[in-house]
Structures are given as C-alpha cells and as structure tokens.
C-alpha cells in the first residue's frame, strides 16, 4: 500500500482524560487523541514525550522564583480547529492555576508545541507548523523589550533572567498548509483472511468516502457508525477497529484500511435480572419489551432499558451482552438493577393574587407491592389571599399509581380526595373517587379512560345545595415536543387534548350532560429560521375550546360549569372573573361554552435567566356553541430563572378591557410554564 509514515499524529475529538504538562488534570472539552501509522491505532493520547525529547512532564509543584505569563492564540480561520487548538494548550489553560519557575514553564512551552501540531493534523493539516513566540514587555523592572521563540535552546536561560514582577506576553499562531482529504479505502477481515464487502445499507451507515476532508472526529465516526449499523442488523460481535492510515505527502491524501469483524447473526438469549431485592423478577419480565427469541439489536435493548428505568424505582438501570454466544448462538443478556429509596417527602408552594397561596406537603412510598406501584399522600391548604378567595381551603387526597396494569403499555391510577374551596363563586366541600387507565397507543398518543363519583355540597349567593355525580371521562392526547419532563419547557412540536366527559346528577332525579373540551398548543423556536441559537427564542401558541352538552348553566352543579380567567386561561383576569357575573357582584356564574387563545414569547438570557411577554383572550358564554359572549383581552410579561427540574417562573398581567369589579392586575409564581 505504499510507506506508512509511523508516528504522525491524527487527531480526533475522542475524549482526553488525563493531561500534560505540569498536572494530571481533566477536559471538559475538546480532547486530542492520535492516529498514528502501521498498527499504531486511533488512541487518546496521555503523554507527548515526543514532543519534549521523551522527557517527563515538568514538575506542578514550583522551585524558586515563579513567572506569571498571559497567553494570546491567534485565529486561524477555521473555527473547530481554533476550539481544538485552545482546548489542547496547557499554556492556555494552566496560566491562572499553576504558576511555575523559568524550566518548568519551559517545558510547557515546548509541550504545546506538540499539542498544536497534534490539533493540526487532527483536522487534517499535515503540513502545518506552529510558531510560539515569548515576549518580555518593556516595563520599570524590564528597560528593554525583548522576545524569543519558544523552540530556541536558550529560552530556559532567558525565562530565568526575567526580572521579578514582570508578566511575559505568549503568542501562538499556526500556518494551516494545505488539508489533506481521504484516499483509498479498505475493509479487510480482522483476521487477515481477504476483503470485506458492505451492503448498501452499510455502506450508507459508514458514510466515509474517497475525497472527503481527513478530519479524525468523522474517520472514527464513520468506523464507530458501521459497527452500531452490523450490530443493529443482529450481529453482537460485531466490530469495526480503528484503521490503520498510510499519508502520502505527494498526493496530499490519507489511506485508510479498516479491520471489520461481522460474526454470526443472533437471537437474544437467555436473560439474567441481577440486583432485584423487593421487586418481583416476573414483573420486570413482564414489563420488559424484550425476549429471548428476538432478533439482537441494540436499539431495542436500550428502549427496553429506558422503560424499566423510567418505572421510578431504580436508581440505575443497565445492561450489558454475554462475553460471547451461547452454545445454542444466542446472545445472553445480563440487567443490572439497584433499586432506589422507597420513601420521599416533597413540598409544594405557589402564588397568585387571585388564587392566594397554596402550601404542601407529599409523602411518597415506592414499590409498595414489588410491581413498581406508587402511593402518594398529599396534603395541601389553598385560598392563602387572592381576590378570588374567601377563605382557606384544603385539598388531601391519596394517589396510587400501578404500571402495566391491567395489561402492557397501559397503568391504572386510583385516587381518593377531600376538597374544600371557598371561591367567590360558589364554596364547595366535596369528597371524590377515581379510578383510570392510560393506555400508550405509539410514541406520541396515549388513551386515558376511567370512572369517577363526586359528592359534594355547594354553596352559591346564599343558597346551599348537594349534588351526587358520576363521570365517565375519556381523554385522548398527543405530544411529539420530546421534552423529558412537563416542567422542562418545550421549543418545538405540538401538545393536543380531546376529551368528553358524560356526567349524570342522581340526586333527586337523574340529570345527563357531557363536558366536551379541546386544548392544543405548539412551540416555534427561531433557530429554525437561524434568527437565534437553539432553545433561545421560542414563541409558544395556546388554543381552548369547551362545551357543555345536553344542559344549561343552571341545570349542573356551579364547579362543573365553565370559567375564565387565571394562568390556564386569560391571565390580567382573576380566577372565574371572566364570563356572565351576578349582577351588581363579582360573583361569577360560569357558563357552558368557552374559548381562549395565546400567544407567548420566550426568550433565554444569559444561562439561568429569562423572559416572556404573553397576550391572552377568551371569553364564556351562555350557550353551548363557543365564541360567544363579551371577549376579555390580558396582556403581560415576566421573568424565569431557570433550575435544573425547570425555570420558576414570575408573570405579572394587566387586563386590556376590565370588567366591572374585576381586578386591575395579577402576579402568578409558579415552577415551569404555563402551558
């Protein structure tokens, strides 16, 4: 194939944990490994004797008179090599923290020689040359300005001349040279015995192709990509090593040979489950989206993986193959498993001028079958302040959350509360049960089905009443935003709900309707439009529509007609203080229609921080066709200051055409946006 040329470096961004120089110290960014030629394979590279002579790295801790130094890299014109060049400097990066004599600092000049030769060819520039220049400014202590190049035999000598206080000015620039692309490309068997031929599916997966820039991070990419494709399509031993390079300075390319192993297509084997203490093995089993029997691919192992973590009562979740085939050829799997705390306490706090304060608790017990169950107790004492409020209330209630019951892709909750709300309104003193399956239908829709009774006594304007209800909810959702968790806000996609909820009042007589409500929203981020950076700018869309069928306002109960006003509606405007009003009062009568709308801008500062500027409108009416009545327009903004678990958020609204009695502004505080 030609001369290889031994021991010239081909850099990637492979992730370097160990430093040189004067320290072992770790990277958090771009990491330097080599390729190197004949046999010497794509490595992380640890040391660079070579660029020092084969001399050790210099000692961290310093003898004598130390010398401060601020280093300058200039740009090169290429911007993911000048991030590889800075990244690689120990010049760089040591000069705040590890203040060394006149050799030792030396040796880090000499260093980054090699460091800056080693990011250069890593993107392909093999004719590349470094230059560092070391400058002593002229200063009181320093009467004349002199400077050196960082490879001349006498810099240890003249860094130990430098007089004390005087801070020395480091220049590196690069000269690119010409970059080299990617010559021929082999694949051989990696025991030596002939050629390797890829499928066009393979082939597509590697990606890598004569012509293409000699850049490391995308050789080891395309090698890394065809062994995850041999893999996918059922061969577990399958590997791609790293290839052997042959540079030809003539042609200004780089050959590429490539040992592949493909190995036996498998079945997944038997399944070991290490680790399980309280929970039951035949549950997991049964919530696993693996068997033995199905064709190997790691895509579908790591889905099965993520699902048994994503039960709430591991700490960690892994897997990992059998060492090699089972006499029968089939890959034995192993999952390893440690269980997390069975108990937590959490609390809840949030405000807003028209709700008040709302303040709890929650006790949470993990596991408490062995099936991954969930009971949860809360307590909560709302109606803290607010203008919508006229007193304290309460909300106990006890949750109990069952997966994969009462069959797979599908969990079953129970929940039994006691409610007291004293809203200007109505009060009300209520005792609830329900019960509901959410069943997973694919990646984007769940069906949400139940049952639910309600007894309850309400008070409205002076008159009492009690009212005994059942429900029949059925819900059904969409959401492709791929947000790993509700507080976590969305920046792209669509959230959809559709539910109706046939409702019969049995006191009495036997009264029928149905609640029929829809909600959507979708996220638009700038960047697509490369206005901003990713996650940046995103404006976000709301839509409700509600109706009830099948009765009017004064035929159902006053808490399962329609209200708007607050944070899930039309924010400037309190809780219920939208819509048909007892007249004279700011008693709100609710309705049977409603709609809304939003449009909201969200913008990040900084890291932590942000902002939002929001238009709400909606209005309730009293018939069961919606956008009727009198439209009530709110507009404000607001801050966020984001946490790990999502941003707590500060709006503060104004209503654009207030109503009689209503109020002139509201504040909301809670964690994670509205909507």
């Not at 007089?163 to 000269?175: A, D, N, W």
């Amino acid at each position: 194939m030609g001369e290889a040329l031994q021991g010239v470096g081909f850099e990637a961004a492979c992730g370097r944990s160990v430093g040189r120089g004067d320290r072992f110290r770790r990277r958090k960014h771009w990491i330097v490994g080599a390729l190197t030629f004949v046999g010497v394979a794509f490595a992380c590279t640890t040391a660079n004797a070579a660029a020092s002579g084969g001399a050790k790295p210099a000692a961290s801790a310093p003898v004598g008179q130390t010398i401060p130094y601020a280093t300058k890299i200039a740009a090169s014109g290429d911007g993911d090599l000048d991030a590889a060049i800075n990244a690689s400097s120990d010049l760089l990066s040591l000069q705040k923290t590890q203040a060394v004599g006149p050799f030792a600092l030396a040796g880090r000049i000499r260093s980054d020689y090699g460091r800056v030769k080693t990011a250069l060819e890593s993107f392909g520039y093999y004719d590349g040359a470094a230059t560092i220049t070391v400058q002593r400014p002229k200063s009181a202590q320093n009467p004349q300005d002199s400077s050196i190049q960082g490879n001349d035999i006498g810099l240890p000598q003249w860094l130990a001349d430098t007089p004390k206080g005087v801070t020395l000015k480091i220049s590196i620039s690069v000269k690119r040279g010409p970059q080299y692309a990617i010559g021929a490309i082999s694949m051989t068997a990696a025991d030596g015995k002939g050629q390797v031929t890829l499928s066009d599916s393979e082939r597509q997966a590697f990606g890598l192709k004569t012509g293409n820039p000699a850049i490391a991070a995308t050789v080891l990419s395309a090698g890394g990509s065809l062994e995850t494709r041999l893999k996918e399509e059922g061969h577990p031993l399958a590997a791609v090593a790293t290839p052997t390079a042959y540079l030809r300075p003539t042609t200004r390319t780089l050959d590429l040979r490539f040992p592949v192993t493909i190995g036996p297509r498998a079945n997944i084997g038997a399944i070991s489950l290490d680790g399980l203490q309280r929970t039951h093995p035949a549950f997991i089993r049964r919530a696993m989206t693996v068997a033995p029997g199905q064709l190997y691919q790691p895509s579908k192992i790591e889905d099965a993986r993520q699902g048994l973590a994503s039960l709430g009562v591991f700490s960690t979740v892994g897997v990992k193959d059998a060492p090699k085939l089972a006499p029968d050829g089939t890959m034995p799997l192993t999952f390893n498993f440690q269980e997390a705390k069975r108990h937590s306490i959490g609390a809840e706090v949030a405000y807003s001028t028209d709700l008040g304060g709302r303040v709890g608790a929650t006790w949470t017990h993990y596991n408490l079958f062995g099936n991954a169950e969930r009971l949860r107790l809360t307590a909560l004492v709302t109606g803290l302040g607010g203008s919508a409020q006229q007193g304290l209330g309460y909300d106990v209630y006890a949750d109990l959350f069952k997966p994969d019951f009462p069959g797979k892709n599908q969990n079953a909750s129970f929940r039994v509360e006691g409610l007291r709300q004293l809203f200007y309104s109505y009060r009300q003193t209520a005792l609830l049960a329900r019960a509901g399956i959410v069943r997973r239908l694919n990646k984007y829709w769940n069906v949400n089905y139940g049952v639910a009774a309600e007894q309850e006594s309400i008070n409205q304007f002076g008159v009492t009443r009690d009212y005994t209800l059942v429900f029949a909810p059925l819900t059904a959702t969409f959401d492709n935003t791929e947000v790993s968790s509700p507080l976590v806000p969305a920046t792209h996609g669509f959230r959809v709900s559709l539910s109706a909820t046939p409702s019969a009042s049995v006191i009495n007589h036997t009264s029928f309707f149905a609640l029929l409500q829809a909600n959507a929203s979708t996220y638009f981020d700038l960047a697509r439009f490369g206005l901003s950076k990713e996650g940046r700018s995103v404006f976000a869309f709301r839509a409700i529509v509600g109706s009830v069928q099948g009765a009017s306002t004064y035929d159902i109960p006053p808490d399962q007609r329609l209200y708007g006003g607050g944070s899930a509606t039309i924010r400037g405007f309190r809780y219920q203080g939208v819509g048909p009003q007892f007249a004279g009062t700011k008693y709100a009568i609710g309705g049977t229609s409603l709609d809304a709308g939003t449009v909201e801008f969200r913008q990040r500062i900084l890291s932590s921080f942000g902002a939002a500027a929001f238009v709400d409108a909606g209005q309730v009416g009293s018939g069961s066709s919606p956008f009727t009545g009198t439209l009530r327009v709110g507009a404000g903004g607001g801050v966020r200051y984001y946490t790990p678990i999502g941003p707590i958020r500060l709006d503060i609204a104004v209503p654009l055409n207030r109503p009689p009695r209503g109020d002139k502004w509201e504040l909301y505080i809670g964690l994670g946006e509205t909507f």
